[in-house]
């Protein structure tokens, strides 16, 4: 563990131009290791590198050049996660939209971004082909077998964009965040450093990625080697929360308060009495910066 500690300080004190070049040093270094896991499937991060790279290349087919906001339609899960690295990659920006949220709502997030490019999947294709247009066309990820998984070249300053996050918009209209690349990796190094996260860590992503947090969660884990398993709390429902973070032995999990209480009370006093779960950081609402 040391020698994994030492090595991954000597690469956070290095200039990481942006997010994708840092994850390409991860996957060179651990291709085999587990990297996504949900309740369909599991990728390593070769195999997430190599679906992300395809998804990269569909997107600069479609939109060739960078610096342009692609609005990701996807539900929590590994092709969300895949999509937003496929973004990065290709040097464009990406902003999450919850299929869950009203068409009218998704349209207004369109709007204010600017979006060019919408990608989804064949599950979400009847809304997203309510949001397409000949000037925002749609990239279906389940359509894409015959690009190439091969890394794309993108040229990324530290100072490019890289994610705008809105608000619910639940009180007027939604109000964009930027982010740029270098903004996000000295959040995730200096937590990095500060709670010395390693490959051996599990962390949970329990948020839509339309939502901020869920980007602490996805950059503390997927630029340090270690595991990230996305639950869709929406779906399986919340008492499911507590078995599912012990099963899976999550060392790291984020979630508000309310959600919290009722996972402590489940696993504490009704079904887990005797068991210890493998938690060793709980966030409770807010982000990780």
Same mark, same amino acid.
């Given at each position: 563990?040391?020698? &994994? ?18 994850? =390409?040093?991860? !996957? ?10 949900? $309740? =369909? ?6 195999? @997430? ?12 087919? $479609?939109?060739?050049?960078? +610096? ?32 869950? %949220? ?8 369109? +709007? #204010? ?5 919408? !990608? ?14 000949? #000037?925002?066309?749609? %990239? ?7 690009? $190439? ?9 530290? *100072? ?16 964009? %965040? ?22 051996? #860590?599990? %962390?949970? @992503? @329990?948020?839509?990625?339309? /939502?901020?947090?869920?980007?602490? *969660? /996805? ?11 996305? /639950? ?26 309310? !959600? ?7 696993? &504490? ?13 709980? /966030?409770?609402? +807010?982000?990780?910066?």
């Amino acid at each position: 563990m040391n020698n &994994f500690f030492a090595e991954n300080y000597a690469m956070l004190a290095d200039a990481e131009t942006s997010i994708p070049r840092r994850f =390409e040093k991860i !996957v060179r270094r651990d291709p085999g290791r587990l990297a996504l896991k949900d $309740s =369909e499937c599991s990728l390593t991060y070769g195999e @997430l590198q190599r679906a992300a790279n395809r998804i990269a290349h569909a997107i600069a087919a $479609s939109r060739p050049g960078g +610096g342009q906001v692609v609005a990701l339609l996807f539900e929590l899960g590994i092709d969300a996660i895949a999509a937003v690295l496929a973004v990065l990659k290709s040097g464009n920006i990406y902003v999450a939209l919850d299929p869950s %949220v009203p068409v009218k709502q998704l349209k207004a997030i369109l +709007g #204010d971004s600017q979006a060019r490019l919408i !990608v989804s999947a064949n599950r979400h294709r009847g809304i997203a082909e309510q949001l397409t247009s000949l #000037d925002r066309p749609l %990239v279906n990820i389940d359509l894409i077998d015959d690009y $190439s998984d091969a890394d794309i070249a993108s040229a990324i300053s530290p *100072n490019d964009l890289a994610v705008l996050t809105y608000t619910s918009g639940s009180t007027g209209t939604p109000k964009g %965040v930027a982010h740029t690349h270098a903004n996000l990796l000295s959040k995730w190094s200096a937590y990095t450093q500060h709670k010395q996260i390693s490959p051996n #860590d599990r %962390v949970s @992503l @329990l948020h839509s990625l339309s /939502f901020a947090a869920s980007h602490g *969660n /996805f950059l503390i884990a997927l630029l340090n080697g270690a595991a990230l398993l996305p /639950f869709d709390i929406k779906a399986a429902g919340i008492l499911l929360l507590a078995a599912w973070l012990d099963d899976e032995r999550i060392s790291i999990t984020h979630h508000s308060h309310a !959600v919290l209480n009722t996972v402590l009370d489940y696993a &504490f006093e009704r079904r887990l009495p005797d068991r210890r779960l493998d938690i060793r950081e709980i /966030f409770a609402a +807010g982000t990780l910066d």
